[in-house]
């Protein structure tokens, strides 16, 4: 525990430019910042057809449900308040 180094030396170092950091070079320019993009685009895996179709339509029918359990919820609310209010 005597060994342990203080506080201050355990963090890292403050940031600097971000232009100056390993990769970004030219990232603040046109040419640079679309080079970059185009590269991180490169880097993603894309889904198939098939599991982008399926992906939307359970999500779709996941929208669906919530708003139809809200609608109900909001009918019964009001249904109750008409009959409170009456």
Same mark, same amino acid.
């Given at each position: 525990m005597d060994n342990e180094p203080p506080d201050s030396q /355990? /963090?890292?170092p403050p940031a600097t430019n971000?232009?100056? *950091?390993?990769g970004a070079s030219g990232a603040n320019e046109p040419k640079g910042f679309a080079a970059a993009t185009?590269?991180? @685009?490169?880097? =993603?895996?894309?889904p198939s057809r098939q599991? /982008?179709?399926?992906?939307? =339509? *359970? =999500?779709? /029918?996941? =929208?669906? @449900?919530?708003?139809a359990a809200i609608a109900a919820v909001d009918r019964f609310y009001g249904w109750a308040a008409t009959q409170v209010f009456r």
């Open positions: /355990l /963090l890292a971000p232009s100056d *950091a390993p185009l590269a991180e @685009l490169r880097k =993603v895996v894309w599991q /982008l179709f399926s992906e939307s =339509v *359970a =999500v779709i /029918l996941m =929208v669906s @449900l919530s708003a």
